[in-house]
């Protein structure tokens, strides 16, 4: 089993990135919004409290964090194509961020990783 990791910088390809994920077998997706330190810094602005307006913390346009637990090497390589088949060369900056790990333990997969098993 591997565990993927991939931060999509655009969040507007969500749905486009879900849809080819699940055209290679990958239908179990923990989906979460997120921001990188880099994006939070340069989007605060140095404003003094006082003549701040609206809500303390604002809601930033950030990215979309993707979790999926796999069955095996190739679909995190399939994984993988069809992402930068959508996405482009992520290496390029303002793409995303893909890593992958094997996990030794995995409690809990239940329907989705067991259709994954079979692939």
């Known amino acids: 089993m591997h565990m993927i990791l991939f931060v999509l910088n655009d969040p507007e390809?969500?749905?486009l990135v879900l849809d080819a994920w699940e055209s290679v077998g990958i239908s179990g997706v923990t989906i979460l919004e997120s921001t990188g330190i880099q994006r939070r810094r340069t989007?605060?602005?140095r404003i003094p409290l006082r003549y701040r307006?609206?809500?303390?913390?604002?809601?930033e346009a950030g990215h979309?964090?993707?979790?999926a637990v796999v069955a095996n090497q190739l679909l995190v390589e399939n994984c993988l194509s069809a992402t930068e088949n959508l996405i482009g060369n992520l290496e390029l900056p303002d793409t995303g961020v893909f890593t992958a790990w094997p996990l030794d333990v995995a409690k809990g997969l239940h329907k989705n990783y067991s259709k994954e098993a079979k692939s």
């Open 13 to 15: 390809k969500l749905d």
């Open 64 to 67: 979309y964090t993707l979790i």
């Open 43 to 45: 989007s605060q602005q």
């Open 53 to 59: 307006l609206g809500p303390m913390i604002p809601h």
